[in-house]
């Protein structure tokens, strides 16, 4: 009585709960990846945000020539 459905019922728990650890696998595989390029990017000298050094969250650190000339034009606006 009831094994069927019980069958039925845990086997779709089974794949609900294997799909959300497969959706949470490729979340972290994806933020990963893109932690990697970034890193790579960087490492190579490529400007990781497209050039809009404003609001970059490394612009402190970076040494790429377009973030040295929004930190000199910065520091002028700044300087009055
Ligand atoms: S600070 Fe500017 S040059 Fe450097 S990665 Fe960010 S956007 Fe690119």
Same mark, same amino acid.
């Not at 930190?71 to 606006?77: A, D, E, G, L, Q």
């Given at each position: 009585m @009831? @094994? *069927?459905s019980g069958n039925i019922h845990s086997r779709r728990e089974f794949f609900v709960g294997a799909l959300r650890y497969a959706a949470l696998g490729l +979340? %972290? =595989?994806g933020a990963a *990846? +893109? =932690?990697v390029k970034r890193r790579w990017l960087? !490492?190579?000298g490529i400007c990781v945000n497209n050039g +809009? %050094? !404003? @609001?970059c969250r490394i612009l402190e650190q970076c040494r790429l020539p377009l973030a040295l000339e929004a930190? !000199? #034009? #910065? #520091? !002028?606006?700044d300087n009055g």
């Open positions: @009831g @094994g *069927l +979340l %972290c =595989a *990846l +893109l =932690a960087k !490492r190579q +809009l %050094c !404003r @609001g930190k !000199r #034009s #910065s #520091s !002028r606006t």
